[in-house]
């Protein structure tokens, strides 16, 4: 599609979602809305976020950061293919609307507009990053599996396959998920051998386990478990991050073990995140009940709460949690809310699987935004930049934050 093409096809979409926030759709428009709404679960995400008045909180958070004249008259003169102004057009857009129409413009154009366009727009020009040797795209569908025999499949993001079959259990990918199935007696054999299933940095990947639970792994992660769970637990063990829908089973309870926390369920939905480089771990509770237990004592989890365990300190701490943050990574999006720059490009550094270098001392400027992870490199800095908060030069899979 041509550029322009693009551009206009986007703006439609944002008037479609500007006029359904004001209620003011058409029925033909109400029906090209829900058409768009069922062409992509992350549509639907996206909207969602605009009627969530802590969403909108954050994005006026970023307005707040940006150079709001500067950068619209920037996005105007690409939208229209013309030059783009190394200053804001004086008498333009924004200086001919009255404060209150200004106020709410700004704030439609860049949440319907703008970040619309970035998870959307696919541009040849770069964004505004400092230097950009070769464009780095996102992470996809990567992983490996590690059976307990020793032998490592790599697996695919596409189409049927099998992996292994034999001792009652049939192991099968498809579509970016690893499948394990117990078909019938001899599993016997495989009790208590493990397997590993494993994301590189850029990677992710889903596992359904043979109790029917299934898990999402985040980019840089390794879940260790067995192929064939006891008949009284299921446990396995984690590094990096994952998302859970655990099947009930009253009479097996399922445990997740991590770096000094253990999750205990019988069956719920649950994002835990325990990588090496952060300091947290942290268990955050979507719906149901769990129980996080460190070394000194447990407590019981409820819908919407997160326990963190600082590592250093080894204190356990339970508190109110921010589901749309914690559930981004899954539903496609970075989302940051009043983030620091080092937490950030850690998000970032290992879906692109690039290296974070800071020149100079890192800005004390806290970050708000939500943009998609299916697009370049070039496009998440590009927002970051905007804010004025950061500056970045990009030589291969090295990123330089720059003072």
Not at 140 to 161: C, E, N, P
Not at 227 to 248: C, H, I, K, Q, W
Request: proline content about 4%.
């Amino acid at each position: 599609m041509d550029p322009r093409e693009r551009n206009a096809s986007n703006f439609e979409k944002a008037e479609l979602i500007l006029k359904f926030l004001r209620d003011g759709l058409s029925q033909e428009e109400e029906d090209k809305l829900h058409a768009w709404l069922a062409e992509d679960e992350r549509n639907r995400v996206f909207l969602e976020s605009l009627t969530d008045e802590a969403s909108l909180e954050e994005c006026v958070d970023f307005l707040a950061a940006v150079d709001v004249p500067a950068a619209l008259e920037k996005t105007l003169a690409r939208m229209q293919g013309g030059p783009v102004a190394s200053e804001p057009v004086k008498g333009g857009l924004l200086r001919r609307m009255p404060r209150w129409k200004s106020a709410a413009a700004i704030l439609f154009i860049l949440a319907t507009g703008l970040v619309f366009l970035w998870r959307y727009t696919q541009q040849q020009e770069p964004a505004p990053v400092a230097i950009i040797q070769q464009e780095v795209p996102p992470g996809g569908w990567k992983a490996t599996l590690r059976l307990a025999d020793g032998s490592v499949i790599a697996l695919q993001d596409t189409g049927t396959s099998m992996v292994k079959t034999g001792n009652g259990i049939r192991i099968t990918q498809q579509n970016g998920e690893v499948i394990y199935e117990n078909t019938g007696a001899g599993t016997a054999a495989v009790q208590g051998r493990w397997n590993t299933i494993s994301t590189p940095l850029g990677g992710k990947y889903k596992l359904l386990l043979p109790d029917g639970s299934r898990v999402w792994l985040n980019a840089g992660s390794d879940l260790r478990f067995p192929a064939v769970f006891e008949d009284s637990r299921r446990e396995v063990e984690l590094t990096g991050e994952a998302y859970f829908d655990v099947a009930r089973n009253e009479h097996a309870p399922f445990r997740v073990k991590v770096n000094g926390l253990t999750v205990d369920v019988l069956g719920t939905h649950f994002n835990v995140k325990a990588y090496s480089d952060e300091p947290l771990v942290q268990a955050t509770l979507i719906e149901g009940s769990v129980k996080v237990s460190t070394h000194a004592g447990a407590e019981l989890l409820y819908p919407g709460k997160q326990a963190s365990l600082d590592k250093a300190k080894k204190q356990l701490e339970i508190r109110a949690a921010n589901i749309k943050d914690v559930l981004a990574w899954k539903n496609d999006l970075f989302h940051f809310s009043k983030e620091s720059l080092e937490d950030v490009m850690r998000k970032i550094g290992r879906w692109y699987n690039v290296e974070i270098i800071y020149s100079g001392v890192a800005t004390d400027t806290k970050f708000s935004g939500m943009i998609s992870r299916n697009v370049p490199l070039s496009q998440v800095l590009g927002m970051l930049e905007m804010t004025g908060g950061a500056k970045f030069r990009v030589e291969g899979k090295k990123v330089t934050v720059l003072p």
